[in-house]
């Protein structure tokens, strides 16, 4: 039979506890480091990733997207240090609980989140202390949220001046534009429309290319779409070949050849994203084998004349709710990916979509 003192001795040294404390302190606080860093590189792509949530209103997004990075770091220097530590450790369990509350509501919606930043965590409940104890670590709170609003503040500040959507140049394409600030194939009067969001470094994209092309040329010359490819820069990592390569496609596309530009560069794809593979020059020979000679091709491409172009159609689709490309629309609305690689089914759809 055990007794009280057996009981005792199988716990934890006591010792033990302040080694303990400080390794789940470390850990957390690599945690918010590394959750911090990653979405500093990209104050675009965090945008997309709150959004997507489809919690906050519009005006939100983007303050809370640039200033969660900042309160992330804010929180890995107080719990490293040791600097109002207490305050901090709840700041995280709310913090955590937001990004776990978040996460579900999207599931619950049938959201599709290509992230999730975080799993669970427990919380140990606080010991009781007197009035005399709260009042001496008040300051401690204070400390917190000090720190939390000057992160917040400079935050904003800091990756509004960093956005390349916040901060390009927008420059309207010469080319005929569609209603989604794409560029757009067929006639002007055609009843249907159909949109693709693709982004020339994705390779479902250059897939879905592969099987629809003949049956979208076919409805084309027929007369019964018009077809918009609005190109994205979402799969830019340390990179800004999806953004310079969808630039260089609407360069394409003011010397007319937009489609025979969307071929070369989805035959011509590489094996890995973000390789380093699509150069400026690289994007000009693709227009020299496209057919096009007029000098101002390549002036274009290598001055980005239509980068700020397509970093707010990029903004623009996200608030859309494209989370993802290739995104394809007829008539403004979505059909999935299998339906439009369907020569027999997208041609149903474009029927049903004509007699509404």
Do not use: H
Request: net charge positive; hydrophobic share 45%.
């Amino acid at each position: 039979m055990r007794t009280p003192d057996t009981l005792t001795q199988r716990r934890l040294p006591a010792r033990w506890w302040p080694w303990c404390s400080t390794v789940a302190r470390v850990v957390l606080a690599g945690v918010w480091a590394w959750a911090g860093v990653t979405k500093l590189s990209d104050p675009d792509a965090g945008v997309r990733a709150v959004r997507a949530y489809e919690i906050l209103p519009e005006a939100l997004v983007k303050p809370f997207a640039w200033g969660l990075p900042f309160v992330e770091l804010v929180l890995a220097a107080l719990l490293l240090v040791g600097l109002a530590t207490r305050p901090a450790a709840w700041a995280s369990v709310v913090l955590l609980g937001v990004f776990m509350a978040g996460t579900v509501a999207a599931c619950s919606r049938g959201l599709q989140i290509d992230c999730v930043c975080f799993g669970g965590c427990g919380q140990a409940s606080p010991p009781k202390r007197s009035p005399s104890r709260r009042r001496s670590t008040a300051w401690r709170w204070w400390v917190l949220i000090a720190a939390v609003v000057v992160a917040v503040v400079v935050g904003v500040l800091v990756q509004r001046s960093r956005s390349g959507t916040e901060q390009a140049t927008v420059t309207r394409p010469a080319s005929a534009v569609g209603p989604n600030g794409g560029t757009l194939v067929g006639q002007a009067n055609a009843p249907v429309t159909i949109t693709e969001y693709g982004d020339f470094q994705c390779p479902v994209c250059a897939r879905l290319y592969e099987l629809w092309s003949p049956t979208i040329d076919q409805l084309v010359q027929q007369g019964k779409i018009r077809f918009e490819f609005v190109a994205l820069a979402y799969l830019d990592r340390g990179t800004t070949e999806s953004a310079r390569s969808a630039a260089a496609s609407v360069c394409a596309a003011d010397a007319g050849k937009f489609l025979e530009y969307e071929n070369e560069l989805y035959s011509k794809q590489s094996q890995a994203e973000n390789s380093g593979y699509l150069t400026n020059d690289r994007l000009v020979a693709f227009g020299t084998d496209a057919g096009i000679t007029d000098p101002s091709f390549a002036k274009c491409v290598r001055a980005g004349r239509y980068d700020g172009w397509v970093r707010t159609n990029t903004d623009a689709a996200s608030q859309r709710g494209v989370t993802g490309t290739p995104t394809v629309f007829v008539n403004g609305r979505q059909i999935s990916n299998g339906v439009a690689a369907d020569s027999a089914q997208l041609m149903a759809v474009v029927d049903q979509a004509s007699q509404r």
